[in-house]
Nanobody
Framework: QVQLVESGGGLVQAGGSLRLSCAAS????????MGWFRQVPGKEREFVAA????????DYVDSVKGRFTISRDTAKNMVYLQMNSLKPEDTAVYYC?????????????????WGQGTQVTVSS
């Protein structure tokens, strides 16, 4: 069982930065791939970034490549999403997820555990 709690969301101007954090509980955290997804009202949850259980493999949706960086600190049971050069279209509720994957995955149904989400709002 893994419990996830996101933090770090907020209101930022376009071009600014935010760092999202995801605190995980559970002894098996180190064996799970971690992902960040986002969702706006009326739309499906969208993959943003993922990192493998080892931290060696990362994946990003094209729209955030070069701007967002996912990382994990297994010793602290933490996952981070550093978001730079934010755009108004990045506005969404961001969710952290954990999945028993060999590497990384982009589909929401590949992930077993989800946090409650944190709101990110980017003003123009």
């Amino acid at each position: 069982q893994v419990q996830l709690v996101e933090s770090g969301g907020g209101l930022v101007q376009a071009g600014g930065s935010l760092r999202l954090s995801c605190a995980a509980s559970g002894r098996t955290f180190s064996t799970y791939a971690m992902g960040w997804f986002r969702q706006v009202p009326g739309k499906e949850r969208e993959f943003v970034a993922a990192i493998s259980w080892s931290g060696d493999v990362t994946d990003y949706v094209d729209s955030v490549k070069g701007r967002f960086t996912i990382s994990r600190d297994t010793a602290k049971n933490m996952v981070y999403l550093q978001m730079n050069s934010l755009k108004p279209e990045d506005t969404a509720v961001y969710y952290c997820a954990a999945g028993a994957l060999l590497a990384v995955g982009r589909r929401a149904n590949e992930y077993d555990y989800w946090g409650q989400g944190t709101q990110v709002t980017v003003s123009s």
